[in-house]
């Protein structure tokens, strides 16, 4: 059914108004984003970013990641959102599978007069080249070797937007995150499900996966909270974003489209140790 033209053409539409429902509270930091970085064709490296539809996914996902930043850096080391605090001493933000340097473009142009370093970690090194080409800083590594090899001289909160479900083994780097001194919180976000399930989906498909593609779990909040916990991270903040209007009277249809064709939404959390 898919492939017919108006069959397509229907369902983009369709998740364009669900998408546009849901982030009606967000319209304002949208418009924020979308003029400090107004195009975001080259996010990813094995998809551009040439549709309605693509483009509002995300920017809503934009707004829901640098909201917790946001928030991490305005609260937790007691910032004013009007410029007037300083924060506690200097932070390093470690924006770990960044593939384009939106998020530090965001944060920078967003600042609030706080002092912190921002550097992006990606094992593809197109999307490290492409970073620095915009003069950021980059490193081209694996966040698992990283994460056990680096040294952390400042205070450090790691960001892992869609990232922590591709970990090979997420519990062996919240533990050694954990360990490591000077990594003082981390700020992510997963995929929001119900019920946790491994994820590797083109392999049940018989296809190839791409690194951006590679999902290996894929947990329900309370699992990951339960994850969490065991290698001794506190969840301080969470929310999770809905990718449909919550309060529209469709929204059993809603939950069930996107729980069918994609993510019902997506899980935010702010970590810090125990």
Same mark, same amino acid.
Not at 29 to 54: A, C, F, G, H
Not at 84 to 99: F, P, T, V, W
């Given at each position: 059914?898919?492939?017919?033209?108006?069959?397509?053409?229907?369902?983009?539409?369709?998740?364009?108004?669900?998408?546009?429902?849901?982030?009606?509270?967000?319209?304002?930091?949208?418009?924020?984003?979308?003029?400090?970085?107004?195009?975001?064709?080259?996010?990813?490296?094995?998809?551009?970013?040439?549709?309605?539809?693509?483009?509002?996914?995300?920017?809503?996902?934009?707004?829901?990641?640098?909201?917790?930043?946001?928030?991490?850096?305005?609260?937790?080391?007691?910032?004013?959102?009007?410029?007037?605090?300083?924060?506690?001493?200097?932070?390093?933000?470690?924006?770990?599978?960044?593939?384009?340097?939106?998020?530090?473009?965001?944060?920078?142009?967003?600042?609030?007069?706080?002092?912190?370093?921002?550097?992006?970690?990606?094992?593809?090194?197109?999307?490290?080249?492409?970073?620095?080409?915009?003069?950021?800083?980059?490193?081209?590594?694996?966040?698992?070797?990283?994460?056990?090899?680096?040294?952390?001289?400042?205070?450090?909160?790691? +960001?892992?937007?869609?990232?922590? #479900?591709? $970990? /090979?083994?997420?519990?062996? *780097?919240?533990?050694? %995150?954990?360990?490591? !001194?000077?990594?003082?919180?981390?700020?992510?976000?997963?995929?929001?499900?119900?019920?946790?399930?491994?994820?590797?989906?083109? +392999?049940?498909?018989?296809?190839? #996966?791409? $690194? /951006?593609?590679?999902?290996? *779990?894929?947990?329900? %909040?309370?699992?990951? !909270?339960?994850?969490?916990?065991?290698?001794?991270?506190?969840?301080?903040?969470?929310?999770?974003?809905?990718?449909?209007?919550?309060?529209?009277?469709?929204?059993?249809?809603?939950?069930?489209?996107?729980?069918? *064709?994609?993510?019902?939404?997506?899980?935010?959390?702010?970590?810090?140790?125990?």
């Amino acid at each position: 059914m898919r492939n017919n033209k108006i069959v397509r053409k229907l369902f983009e539409a369709t998740r364009i108004h669900s998408l546009r429902q849901a982030t009606k509270d967000s319209t304002v930091l949208m418009q924020n984003l979308r003029k400090i970085v107004p195009d975001i064709s080259d996010q990813y490296t094995n998809l551009l970013v040439n549709t309605e539809y693509l483009e509002i996914n995300l920017r809503a996902m934009h707004c829901f990641q640098i909201s917790l930043a946001y928030r991490y850096l305005c609260e937790r080391l007691k910032c004013s959102q009007n410029g007037s605090g300083e924060a506690r001493g200097a932070i390093s933000l470690l924006d770990i599978g960044d593939s384009s340097g939106t998020h530090a473009l965001y944060l920078k142009s967003l600042n609030f007069k706080t002092n912190f370093n921002h550097c992006s970690v990606n094992i593809d090194p197109i999307a490290v080249d492409k970073i620095k080409s915009k003069n950021l800083k980059a490193i081209c590594a694996n966040a698992e070797d990283m994460i056990q090899e680096m040294q952390f001289c400042n205070k450090t909160a790691l +960001l892992m937007f869609q990232v922590l #479900e591709h $970990i /090979e083994n997420p519990i062996s *780097f919240l533990k050694d %995150a954990r360990e490591k !001194k000077n990594i003082k919180a981390i700020v992510l976000t997963v995929p929001y499900l119900k019920h946790s399930r491994i994820g590797l989906h083109a +392999l049940r498909k018989g296809k190839d #996966e791409s $690194i /951006e593609d590679k999902h290996i *779990f894929e947990l329900s %909040a309370g699992d990951w !909270k339960l994850l969490f916990k065991h290698c001794g991270w506190k969840v301080a903040y969470e929310d999770i974003y809905y990718q449909y209007p919550r309060r529209s009277l469709l929204r059993w249809f809603w939950k069930w489209f996107w729980t069918r *064709f994609d993510y019902e939404g997506f899980y935010g959390v702010i970590l810090e140790k125990e």
